[in-house]
């Protein structure tokens, strides 16, 4: 975290907006209910952040292709 382009706080903005689509998608698709403070949530939460904090930075100009 932090080394983005996005700073610190860019990069916790967006993994709050990994978490949150991962949740909408599973209780959307998957019918998961990704309500309260349990390991499912936790863990779809953890599971989004990571994948749009990677796509991020992969579709970044200028940063190197993985």
Do not use: E, K
């Not at 990994?18 to 698709?29: D, I, M, N, V």
């Not at 309500?35 to 991020?56: C, R, W, Y």
Request: charged share 10%; hydrophobic share 60%.
């Amino acid at each position: 975290m932090g080394s983005g382009r996005y700073g610190v706080i860019g990069d916790i903005v967006v993994w709050i907006l990994g978490a949150f689509a991962c949740g909408w998608l599973a209780a959307r698709f998957l019918g998961l209910d990704v309500t309260g403070l349990n390991f499912t949530s936790v863990a779809l939460a953890v599971v989004g952040a990571i994948v749009v904090i990677a796509l991020f930075r992969a579709l970044s100009p200028g940063r190197r292709r993985i």
